[in-house]
């Protein structure tokens, strides 16, 4: 979601500064406005890209015992994963 949000604001702020040409009378500039928009969506978009691309943390056990009706060794492998789920 974080990553369609930074698209978003970085597409609304580039209309507002390259295709909207309104004279607000001094009062407003759409050009800053536009591009504080595109600054917050880079931010926004790069702050999502980093939380999804973080390494996620995976504990791995193996244990090997001996059946004792057939005398085979008996290997049982198990992961849990350490992070949690938003």
């Known amino acids: 979601m974080g990553i369609g949000s930074g698209i978003a604001l970085v597409v609304i702020g580039a209309i507002l500064v390259f295709a909207i040409n309104v004279d607000t009378g001094g009062y407003v500039n759409l050009d800053m406005i536009g591009y504080i928009l595109m600054a917050a969506g880079v931010l926004v978009f790069l702050i999502s890209l980093v939380l999804v ?34």
Do not use: E, F, L, W
């Not at 691309?53 to 992961?79: F, K």
């Open 53 to 86: 691309m973080r390494r996620r943390q995976t504990d791995s056990v193996a244990r090997t015992t001996v059946d004792p009706a057939t005398g085979d060794r008996v290997t049982r492998r198990s992961v849990s994963d350490n992070d949690p789920i938003v």
